[in-house]
């Protein structure tokens, strides 16, 4: 990791980082315990990873860096993607969106602002994606 993305990824956790990674992966625990939910439990952990250390990292499409298609990335995956977006991606991004706002009103914030928008795009449609270094 380069200097610059642990630096802002030390102020990201100090700031908020940490308890928004904390509830994705409560979100995660609730999702598969509950059996049915398990495809979106994995889905809200790998964003809870990304939300703890979202400087030097991307999200990208699983069959871009695999090379192959899985359950994922296939029809289920939309399907997946189409019930999780109707359920939570879209309040997760809205709130994604609404932090990045807050964050974007001074220069030093700007940054933040930045991250919080790309976990509203993941927020969005999780399923499929994976996270790779930037």
Do not use: E
């Not at 993305?5 to 979100?27: D, F, P, Q, T, Y």
């Not at 990873?49 to 499409?61: C, H, I, K, Q, T």
């Not at 969106?97 to 928008?117: K, N, Q």
């Amino acid at each position: 990791m380069a200097p610059v993305s642990l630096l802002l990824n030390v102020i990201w956790i100090l700031i908020g980082g940490a308890w928004m990674a904390l509830g994705w992966m409560v979100a995660s625990v609730i999702m598969a315990i509950t059996i049915i939910g398990l495809p979106w439990a994995r889905a809200a952990f790998n964003i809870g990873v990304y939300a703890l250390l979202p400087f030097g990292s991307r999200a990208v499409n699983r069959d871009a860096v695999t090379g192959a298609s899985d359950i994922g990335t296939g029809p289920l995956g939309l399907i997946g993607n189409i019930i999780w977006f109707v359920l939570a991606g879209w309040w997760l991004a809205l709130g994604h969106v609404l932090t990045a706002l807050i964050f974007a009103i001074t220069i030093i914030g700007i940054p933040f602002a930045w991250a919080h928008l790309k976990l509203a795009g993941i927020a969005l449609w999780p399923i499929g994606k994976v996270i790779v270094p930037a």
